[in-house]
C-alpha cells in the first residue's frame, strides 16, 4: 500500500510546522506522500511547506473556502496513493504511527478505521484537561468508545484511514460540520464496507482552543447528532442522550432540593465531579488539571446537552429541515 496523509489546513501555519516537523520522525520506511489542503485561508502556510521540500513528499494545494470535508475529498482526488490517511492540522504524529497502521492493515484489511488521540505533556493544562474530558471513560467520551464496537467502530477525522476504493465508492465527506465523520462511517456501512478502531494507532491532538470555543464546539457536536439521528435512525443510540439527560437531571436536583429540601440527587453529582477530579489529577499527577477538567467535562456536559436538546426539539419534534433550522452547520460546496 501507499499511504497518502490528507491534511486540511486554514489559517493554522504554526500548526503545520509542527505537524511536519513530526512527521520527519516517522520510523515508516516506506514513501508516503502529504497532500496539504489549503482552505481559502488567509494566512496561509506556503513558507512552512517550502521548509520541508526536499525533506517530505508534500503537494500543496490552495482552494476557496468550503470546509474540512469537502478539502479532505478533495486532497484525496488529488492524492496517488490507494489508501488515505486523514489528520487534522492540530495533531502531532508519533514516530511509530505509519508502521503500527501497516502492520494492522495487513494483518486484518478494513476500507475505514480511526485511531484514538492522547496529549503529550508539552501541552498546556487546559488542553490536558479538555483532553481528559474528551477521551475519559467517565465522560461522553468514554461512553461513545464503550458504546461502539472496536469491529463497528465510527472514525473520526482528525486521525482516520480510508481505502481509495471507500472513497470512490461513498464520494467521501459530505457537507454538515461537524458530523461529517459519523455520516462517512453510516455510509460506508450501508454501501457493505467495514470500520475499526484502531487502539495503537493514536495521534498527540493539539486542541488549540479556549474555553468559550470548547464551549461552542462541543455545542455544535450536540447539534449535530439528532440531524444524523434523522438521517439513520437505525443507528441511533440512547447513550446520545445522555448528556442532555445529565443537565436535565441537575435541574431536577435543585428544585427537588428547593421544594423538597431533599439532596441526594444532588449528591451523586457532587460525588461524580469529585471522581472526575480524582481521576483526572491522579491521571495527570496534577491537582490543577484535576480540577480543570471539572471545568471542561461541565461544559462538554452543559454544551452537548443544550445543543442536543434544542436540535431534538427542532429536527425531531418539530420535523424542521436541518439546513434551515441550522445553517451554520452546513458549508457551501
Known sequence: MVFSLIIPVYNRPDEVDELLESLLLSEYKEPFEIVLVEDGSTLPCDDIVQKYQGKLN???YFKENSGPGDSRNF?????????FIIFDSDCIIPPDYLSEVDKALREDYVDCFG?????????SNIQKAI???MTSFLTTGGIRGGSEKIGKFQPRSFNMGLSRKGFEASKGFGNIHPGEDPDLSIRLWNLGFETRLFSKAYVYHKRR???DKFSIQVNKFGKARPILNSWYP????????FPTCFILGLVLAVIILLFFNIDILLQLYFVYFVMIFIVSTIQNKSLKIGFLSVIAVWKQFYGYGIGFLESFIK?????????EAFPGLFFKI
Do not use: E, H, V
Open 58 to 60: 508534500i503537494s500543496y
Open 75 to 83: 486532497g484525496m482526488r488529488k492524492a496517488l496513493g490507494d489508501y
Open 115 to 123: 485511531g484514538p488521540d492522547k496529549a503529550l505533556a508539552s501541552f
Open 131 to 133: 483532553n481528559f474530558a
Open 209 to 211: 482552543i479556549d474555553w
Open 234 to 241: 437505525q443507528y441511533n443510540k440512547l447513550t446520545f442522550f
Open 315 to 323: 429536527i425531531i419534534i418539530l420535523k424542521k429541515k436541518p439546513q
